[in-house]
């Protein structure tokens, strides 16, 4: 495991398993002290000793998660990546889900950020890092995921603007298809849509979570302070043309 320094904490919904887990492991790589939020336990030990298990769509829980790792200092590095799908047509959405979608997907970057942004300007430098999804340019059967995860990509052009003074700098990765649990779920293997949209990736394969791990790393990096608001899309290809 390699050596942290103290300033270099970093904070991961949802980094127990799938993409969150891939950008958690990256992180621990690159030196950070990673501490993973989620409702699951990682599959990763090393990532077991500062994680802690909650429902993220609780804020009061959140806020108490996030207060227990202020404890061991500052934050700097922040991912806002947890997150749940519920695919629907646009006949079959359910209003009720509404809340569901939003109160877990979009709600807790803003308690995380509130909470942490003030020990960032403190340090003089920070780095928030979205995870959105390609869906933002369409997709069917996607209507809260989309606009869940599109309201996270506005807001964080917006957060850009507003801290970049202070050296802080907010940026998304928008994963395409990526070969998790939660795709699988979500686009059975042996359908015809879920076939056509691996084939018709351009580099010729799924990606994986450490290729949206190798984008975080980039927006976490301390040399990668002149860019921000920006929005990268590991898909493969699939968001061009």
Known sequence: MPQTSPSRHAVVTGGARNIGLGIARRLQE?????????IAEPEEPTLRVDAQQL?????AATTAALENVLEN?????????VGIVKPASFDAVEIDDFDRIMHLNLRPSIVAAKLLVPGMRAAGAGRIVMNTSRVTKGKIDRTLYSAS????QSMARTWALELARDGITVNCVAPGPIATTAFWENNPKDAAETRAIVDAVPVGRMGAPEDVAQAVSFF??????????QTVFV???TAVG
């Open 220 to 229: 976490a990096d301390a040399r990668s302070g002149f860019i921000t608001g």
């Open 55 to 59: 429902d993220l769509s609780d804020p």
């Open 30 to 38: 690159d030196g950070w002290r990673v501490f993973v939020l989620d």
């Open 149 to 152: 995860k599109g309201a996270i």
């Open 235 to 237: 898909c493969g290809g």
């Open 73 to 81: 200092g500052p934050v700097t590095c922040l991912v806002n990546n």
